[in-house]
């Protein structure tokens, strides 16, 4: 079975950066598409950024040009580079994988899929 989780998070002010690390074991999957959500609270858990076993990324569009998803195959690691964090990105943030997902192309898996695997999530907040 996989398991995820997730390290990184903490408190930045607005404009700063932050880097989320997500440590895969039990991963045997050799196609998959890997992503990051966020979830405020009493609302529904979103895509931010998604990754699939090609490579190929695609994001949502509030974070679009400032987030960065990538992953290390070799040592089963998936991260996000977050820039220019606003308040907005406050948030418990979670990697996931499925193995539904053949690829992120035309936005798939912005959207869990009922095998998608959790994380534990890491909390990002955002203030001065």
């Known amino acids: 079975q996989v398991q995820l989780v997730e390290s990184g998070g903490g408190s930045v002010p607005p404009g700063g950066s932050l880097r989320l690390s997500c440590a895969a074991s039990?991963?045997?999957?050799?196609?998959?598409?890997m992503g990051w959500f966020r979830q405020i609270p009493g609302e529904e858990r979103e895509g931010i950024a998604v990754?699939?076993?090609?490579?190929?990324?695609n994001y949502e569009a509030s974070v679009k040009g400032r987030f960065t998803i990538s992953q290390d195959k070799s040592k089963n690691m998936l991260f996000l580079q977050m820039n220019s964090l606003k308040a907005e990105d406050t948030a418990m943030y979670y990697c996931?994988?499925?193995?539904?997902?053949?690829?992120?192309?035309?936005?798939?898996?912005?959207?869990?899929?009922?095998?998608?695997?959790w994380g534990q999530g890491t909390q990002v907040t955002v203030s001065s």
């Open positions: 996931a994988v499925s193995q539904l997902c053949r690829t992120v192309v035309a936005g798939a898996f912005l959207r869990p899929d009922p095998l998608t695997v």
């Open positions: 039990g991963f045997t999957y050799t196609t998959y598409c």
């Open positions: 990754i699939d076993s090609d490579d190929n990324t």
